[in-house]
Structure formats: structure tokens, C-alpha cells
């Protein structure tokens, strides 16, 4: 009998998957962007992380993947901030 997966388990795996499918559309595209994938992978986690969320109580697994999802939020405004940059620069 197949023992039940935790949900944090099960988030791992559906971020390897998320971030296999991303590569694997970057790679048929032909053109490698680190933002973009940046961006992609931060879309994928926020929508597992929100999948996965309780309302009433709160695993530790998910304070430290928020924690990284404002890192992430963090990052994302600095590569808005650099392309408005560079429109407004041209």
C-alpha cells in the first residue's frame, strides 16, 4: 500500500514539475531569458503555495516558502524597475 504523501511533499514535486514544463518550452523556443523563467517559476510557486495553504493553521514549510515568495516578490520588482529603466532610456 502506497503510504499517503504529505502536502509538502506533494508541493516539491509539483514545483519540479511546473519548473520541467518551463524549461522544456524554453528550450523548443530557443530562446534562453533567466526573467523570464524567473517570472514563470514565481507564478508557480505562488499559485502551489496558495493550493496548499490552510486556513486555520500554518506548517512551518510554508512560512519559509513565503518567506521566499517575498524574496521573490522582491527580485520581480527590481526587474520591473530595470525594464521601465530601459524604456524610458531609449
Known amino acids: 500500500m502506497i503510504p499517503a504523501m504529505r502536502k ?3 508541493a ?3 514545483l519540479v514539475v511546473w519548473l520541467c514544463i518551463i524549461i522544456a518550452f524554453i528550450i523548443l523556443s530557443g530562446r534562453v531569458d533567466l526573467e523570464i523563467f524567473f517570472v514563470l517559476w514565481l507564478i508557480g510557486i505562488l499559485v502551489i503555495v496558495e493550493l496548499i495553504d490552510t486556513r486555520f493553521s500554518q506548517a512551518r514549510y510554508l512560512q519559509y516558502m513565503k518567506y521566499l515568495i ?9 526587474i520591473v524597475a530595470q525594464k521601465v529603466l530601459e524604456i524610458l532610456n531609449r
Request: charged letters at 0%.
Open 70 to 78: 517575498a524574496i521573490g516578490i522582491v527580485i520581480f520588482g527590481g
Open 12 to 14: 516539491v514535486i509539483a
Open 8 to 10: 509538502s511533499q506533494l
